[in-house]
């Protein structure tokens, strides 16, 4: 739930629900802060629907009972790497707001369509010599469209779209301080991986778990260049 709490400022008392959206599964974390602390209130998981309007029905449904149960009043979406692109990009060592700023521009020479046309999320490597190299994820904003809707249809605000792997990868990264690693974050259907060399994220994979598929050897694959 890390991915919410670094959402809340101020001190007044706020209420957020944080939406997980991975292959069928929305997974749920209400958070509330108060005072400066922030206190986990709930967390559930529903199996979607495969129709596209069911599953925004369900999705609709959901935010407006933790509205009216938990008076929630914002949401931040979770979305899994599999909907991303990934890209590298070096600029001057910045502040992260200043990061986020320069990397919108930057993408244009990056991305085929304007940057207005993604969300996109980002950590960034060590940095050297006044350069830092950041690592961005970017999803073409008409593949959230439905999502973006259901939450304006219900009221609540929108408080960010985020890459639910990214949270993970820097919840690791800060806690455990890797050098050389594999990481791997397991969702119902499938597996994102990320090879962390001299503790930066150097490659990724989406890996769905189906019948059949050597998982191993695949992982295998994504762990070359830190062998």
Request: hydrophobic share 45%; proline share 4%; aromatic share 8%.
């Amino acid at each position: 739930m890390g991915w919410i709490f670094k959402l809340f400022t101020g001190g007044k008392a706020l209420r957020a629900a944080g939406l997980n959206l991975e292959d069928s599964f929305l997974r749920i974390s209400v958070v509330e802060r108060r005072f400066g602390v922030v206190r986990p209130m709930v967390s559930e998981e529903l199996k979607l629907p495969s129709l596209p309007d069911e599953r925004n029905s369900v999705i609709r449904e959901t935010l407006l009972r933790l509205r009216e149960k938990h008076r929630v009043d914002r949401v931040v979406i979770g979305i899994g790497l599999n909907n991303f692109t990934n890209h590298s990009i070096e600029l001057p060592a910045l502040s992260k707001k200043e990061m986020r700023d320069a990397l919108f521009y930057e993408l244009e020479n990056h991305l085929p369509l304007p940057p207005e046309e993604y969300v996109f999320d980002f950590f960034t490597s060590k940095k050297i010599m006044k350069k830092a190299a950041a690592t961005v994820l970017a999803l073409r904003r008409e593949r959230i469209d439905d999502i973006l809707s259901v939450v304006k249809d219900t009221g609540l605000n929108l408080s960010a779209v985020r890459c639910s792997f990214i949270e993970g990868i820097n919840n690791f990264l800060s806690s455990v301080k890797p050098e050389n690693a594999v990481f791997i974050y397991s969702s119902g259907e499938s597996y994102s991986v990320a090879a962390i060399k001299d503790g930066i994220p150097v490659s990724f994979a989406f890996i769905q778990k189906s019948a059949g598929r050597d998982i191993v050897a695949e992982i295998e694959k994504i762990r070359g260049p830190i062998k």
